[in-house]
């Protein structure tokens, strides 16, 4: 069971980073919410995989850590706000620039460096 | 008290003399120097004291956890500076009221000059090392000011600059040295450090400590190889110069030499760092003002000459020479001070101070002439006056110096050869300014002497020399007794202040100087003719080179770095963090800890396969933006899955319902935006983000599983103990986000608000046109609204209300909570909108959002100040168990009303971004029907 977890937060992670590194601002949205994703399992996974151990007092015999999952649950909430915050951002971008590159404009130093093909 | 007033009277003046600047030069002159004479008076009474051998200190603590006091003392080594300072400064007072041409800014010059009397004050008198250094860098960036005083002028501002960069750093070098000394001493109270100055010498920092030091002392006194910012300071008008580079700013270097002089000197690398850096100093500079036709240049390189002698008496580690240096240290103030107001007042009448056409100003001004003669001659060290005594006595050490062999002729060589140039310098002062001839091509012809008051200063300080070069005992043997005692906190060894000491060598090496010098001067063009061989350098510029060269290369550093581009920035970002990351994960050796692994259930496996899969197909396929972010959605449900799987039905709720709204939320951006990515990175730089993912990817599994696998303890204890016990909830996550953690929710739920004001911010005066089409050929759909979707969603609100309302009170002891019902209550109004447009909905429900957000925040807020008006801390909770008819007994929180808070903004803030963005469409459907 940690084989999958791991392997799932390790992809989250891995996808999120590559669309981070992408030059228009949509994917990387998305790329932001893969990782929040991500990072909010990881962080979860702390307090150790158990199953029917909800930590509601009286409802069963052993309880899960807590304390994950309330920095998580607000954590997911905040994601929310930062997610719905970068993409209006990301929109107001391209309606200034009429462009939805990061860098706020497509020909930057990096596309014009010599030899640059664009494919 | 007394001590403390003395320094910081000229800085009240300071403040205070600027208001004179309307009422003309002599008003602010008198204002002036008002602060200088009542510390001055403020002085006298304490000698006495002093004279009897007594030290006074006075401590007033200041920031006493750092060591650092303000702790002031007087000796008779800050005695002796203090009166050349405030003696001095008078004068250049005085003297500057007649230099200063009306139209100048008086205020600001007079301004800083009592400011830097004060601070050459604070560092003559500090009781403290780390006091003594700041007012050692005030002294660097005011004189800095002074020396820029004409600002327009570009040669001033960079001779200002390059002086500011030369003692600003030796002031680094030597906070460095300061600071290893507290550390070896363990104060740095001056009575400490004297008292440990065994301590020091034995540390094995000690070569450090005196490197660091001297580098400090060195730059402020203009030594070899830092010379070259004295003549380059010259900019500054002429009072400045007088002051700066005869009694002050270059002397507080010597004078550090002498105030640390028991603790640091005695040693061999004392006595070959400080004598030859003074020596060589010594006789280039000599020997460079020869060369000088600038008449503050002669000056100036003259200064640094008698500067290198200081330093090299010093450095000669006996104490008569400590004498020689502490003497030297008057006699050059006295005479070079005057040298430069004469010089001053030539430029002032002539407006030049080229030597090569100032000639024969005799017969225009023999006053003047008189008194820059007699001081000269001083300069030249002619018998009966000062300079001519502690030369003697300088010739007299030099022939002391024991080096091995042959060697032992080179100090007393150097003295005689620097001796003869400074001759032949001050002789060409003499001779080319007064006589030689007649005046070529002066801007100002004829000159006149100068204003009656303008000579006073100088002619008190000619006077001072002839006074202690023919009765030195009588008038400055008390004076120089007590400070050589105070520099070498010891007792004083017997030394003779007379005229002449008697036919014997030293009086010889006078002799031989003398003549030598006057012989040179009349040989001169031969010498200029030797000079003119060599390329002069012009340290000026060699030194902006240097600036420009070390601007570029941290430019071109920072354009590497820096180039604008986010996307670049993200790349070094996530390469920093897996590279620092990358020597821990590999420390982990086996990932599998002690714990193991539990086995996999067919379930869990199922979902984490799609999970993955879909993960990486959204990126996968992210240029086909929808797909991504269907395949985003998915993945978002399979996270609240493996929540509900684990443990974590709130969080399930949670990430559910968010889910909704985030990709409600990137559905509405998509509308306004490209709906496809054009490829446009290149390969290579594909293949590497890749190769970061895939790290970044294996790094975050490596590490999960590391944590999973290793047995730990968690600190959660103690909330399953006492959710019930004192916060009266059985919902433990709940409990920690409304109570334990209280305070981190209340700022939670602010930056939601703020980041939803920011977004309706953001959006309020866009205008935008909605693209025709999705951007591939496809228009979009005529039915806004579709029927089924909009029958179905009117009767689901009321329900959805219900629910929300239902997980909002349960939420204390079951999963729920102010978070999720704002969120489920989001999700319902949305569906709303969704199904009926937003002029439908917002007709039916006017409702603002901003006010519901922030009464949120206040109704959290205030419940946590509630607890307050009872005595206790913010945000203590408190509940009860209350009993109805009908309903029976029942539970209230105080932290239920603060979870309502919680409920408002969550709702507000989802709604208000969704209908800003929602209201981008509507605006337009506006206009466009308006048109």
Request: charged residues 10%.
């Given at each position: ?119 | ?542 030194f902006e080179a240097a600036v420009v060269r070390i601007v570029n290369l941290s430019r071109h550093f920072i354009r590497g770095l820096e180039n604008g581009s986010l996307q670049r920035y993200g790349l070094l970002l996530l390469v920093t963090a897996e590279v620092v990351a990358l020597w821990p994960i590999l420390n982990l050796g086996a990932s599998v800890g002690s714990a193991g692994l539990s086995p996999i259930d067919v379930p869990t496996a199922v979902g984490g396969l799609i999970l993955i899969l879909c993960a990486v197909m959204a990126a996968v396929m992210h240029r086909e ?285 989802t709604m208000l971004t969704l209908v800003s963005l929602g209201h981008l469409s509507l605006k337009i459907n506006a206009d466009t029907e308006g048109t």
């Amino acid at each position: 069971m940690e084989i999958v977890i791991a392997l799932v937060i390790g992809s989250l992670t891995g996808s999120g980073v590559y669309l981070v590194l992408r030059a228009r601002t949509f994917p990387v949205v998305v790329g932001l919410t893969l990782l929040s994703y991500g990072v909010n399992l990881f962080l979860f996974a702390t307090g150790r995989l158990l199953t029917g151990a909800q930590p509601i007092l009286g409802s069963t015999d052993q309880y899960t850590d807590p304390l994950p999952q309330a920095l998580v649950l607000t954590a997911i909430v905040i994601g929310f706000a930062m997610t719905a915050f970068v993409v209006v951002l990301a929109l107001r971008a391209q309606i200034d620039n009429s462009d939805d590159h990061v860098d706020g404009k497509t020909n930057t130093s990096e596309s014009q460096e010599p030899g640059d093909e664009h494919s | 008290m007394t001590l403390a007033l003395v320094v910081f009277l000229p800085f009240f003046g300071a403040l205070l003399a600027p208001l004179f600047a309307q009422a003309g030069r002599t008003a602010i002159a008198i204002a002036s120097s008002v602060p200088a004479v009542v510390a001055l008076s403020a002085l006298f009474p304490l000698w006495g004291d002093l004279a009897a051998g007594h030290v006074l200190v006075q401590t007033h603590s200041w920031l006493p956890s750092l060591g650092l006091s303000l702790s002031f003392r007087l000796d008779g080594l800050s005695l002796l500076f203090a009166l050349l300072i405030l003696i001095i400064g008078i004068l250049i007072i005085i003297y500057a009221r007649y230099y200063l041409k009306p139209g100048e800014n008086i205020g600001k010059f007079y301004g800083l000059l009592l400011m830097f009397m004060g601070a050459m004050l604070g560092i003559v008198m500090s009781s403290n090392l780390l006091l003594m250094l700041v007012f050692w860098e005030l002294t660097s960036l005011i004189s800095f000011l002074l020396i820029s005083f004409w600002n327009h002028k570009q040669d001033a501002r960079r001779g200002a600059r390059m002086a500011l960069a030369v003692t600003g750093g030796g002031g680094l070098a030597l906070l460095a040295g300061v600071l290893l000394i507290g550390h070896i001493v363990g104060s740095f109270e001056l009575d400490a450090i004297f008292a440990a100055g065994d301590t020091v010498r034995d540390s094995t920092l000690y070569q450090v400590v005196l490197t660091l030091v001297l580098l400090g002392a060195f730059t402020k006194s203009a030594q070899f190889p830092f010379h070259f910012w004295l003549p380059h300071a010259m900019q500054a008008p002429t009072p400045v110069s007088a002051y700066l580079h005869s009694a002050t700013m270059v002397k507080a270097g010597v004078f550090l030499l002498a105030r640390l002089y028991p603790v640091l000197a005695g040693t061999d690398q004392w006595f070959y760092m400080v004598s030859f850096t003074g020596m060589v100093t010594l006789l280039l500079g000599a020997y460079i003002a020869l060369f000088k036709h600038d008449m503050k240049g002669l000056l100036a390189y003259s200064t640094v000459s008698n500067l290198g002698l200081i330093t090299l008496l010093f450095g000669m580690n006996t104490d008569l020479a400590a004498i020689a240096a502490v003497f030297h240290v008057i006699n050059h103030a006295t005479f070079k001070a005057s040298l430069f107001m004469a010089a001053g007042i030539i430029d002032h009448e002539t407006g030049t101070r080229d030597m090569r056409k100032i000639n024969g100003l005799w017969q225009f001004m023999p006053h003047t002439a008189t008194l820059a003669m007699v001081a000269a001659a001083s300069m030249a060290g002619v018998p009966l006056l000062n300079g001519f005594l502690s030369k003697e006595m300088f010739f007299a050490e030099s022939l002391e110096i024991a080096l091995p062999g042959v060697w032992a002729y080179l100090p007393p060589l150097i003295a005689t050869l620097a001796g003869a140039f400074a001759v032949a310098y001050s002789a060409r002062f003499v001779h080319d300014v007064f006589f030689n001839g007649k005046p070529i091509d002066l801007p100002i012809y004829p000159p006149n002497e100068p204003p009656r008051y303008m000579k006073i200063p100088v002619e008190i300080l000619v006077v001072a020399c002839v006074m202690v070069g023919i009765f030195p005992t009588f008038s400055i043997g008390p004076l120089l007794n007590s400070a050589a005692a105070a520099t070498l906190a010891g007792p004083v060894p017997d030394f003779k202040l007379a005229i002449i000491h008697g036919l014997n060598l030293p009086l010889l090496m006078s002799f031989l100087a003398f003549f030598g010098g006057l012989l040179m001067y009349t040989q001169r063009q031969k010498f200029f003719d030797f000079h003119a061989r060599f390329r002069e350098i012009d340290e000026k510029a060699v030194f902006e080179a240097a600036v420009v060269r070390i601007v570029n290369l941290s430019r071109h550093f920072i354009r590497g770095l820096e180039n604008g581009s986010l996307q670049r920035y993200g790349l070094l970002l996530l390469v920093t963090a897996e590279v620092v990351a990358l020597w821990p994960i590999l420390n982990l050796g086996a990932s599998v800890g002690s714990a193991g692994l539990s086995p996999i259930d067919v379930p869990t496996a199922v979902g984490g396969l799609i999970l993955i899969l879909c993960a990486v197909m959204a990126a996968v396929m992210h240029r086909e933006r929808l797909y991504s972010l269907l395949l985003l959605s998915v993945v978002g449900l399979m996270v609240s899955l493996t929540f509900a799987r684990f443990s974590a039905p709130d969080l399930a709720l949670t990430q559910l319902s968010v889910e909704v709204v985030t990709i409600v939320l990137l559905m509405l951006a998509l509308y306004y935006l490209p709906s496809w990515t054009p490829l446009e990175t290149r390969r290579r730089r594909r293949w590497r983000d890749l190769l970061v993912a895939l790290a970044a990817g294996g790094g975050m599994t490596l590490i999960t599983l590391a944590i999973l696998t290793h047995p730990g303890d968690s600190i959660s204890r103690f909330y399953v103990d006492n959710s019930k016990l004192l916060a009266g909830g059985n919902n433990i996550v709940n409990v920690i986000l409304v109570d334990f953690r209280g305070f981190d929710t209340l700022g939670e739920i602010t930056v939601l608000a703020i980041a939803a004001l920011g977004i309706f911010a953001m959006l309020r005066q866009v205008r935008l046109t909605p693209p025709p089409g999705d951007g591939q050929g496809n228009t979009w759909t005529r039915d806004a609204h579709p029927t089924m979707l909009k029958e179905i969603a009117r009767p689901l609100l009321p329900l959805a209300l219900m629910v929300s309302a239902y997980i909002l009170l349960r939420g204390h002891n079951l999963p729920g909570g102010g978070f999720i019902a704002g969120l489920i209550t989001g999700v319902a109004l949305i569906l709303q909108y969704i199904a009926n447009g937003i002029e439908w909905t917002q007709q039916r429900m006017p409702v603002r959002y901003q006010p519901m957000i922030a009464l949120g925040v206040l109704t959290a807020a205030l419940t946590g100040a509630g607890s307050i008006a009872y005595g206790y801390p913010f945000l203590t909770s408190s509940f009860g168990h209350f009993s109805l008819p009908l309903i029976g007994e029942f539970e209230l929180a105080s932290a239920m009303v603060f979870d309502i808070g919680v409920y408002l903004t969550v709702v507000g803030a989802t709604m208000l971004t969704l209908v800003s963005l929602g209201h981008l469409s509507l605006k337009i459907n506006a206009d466009t029907e308006g048109t």
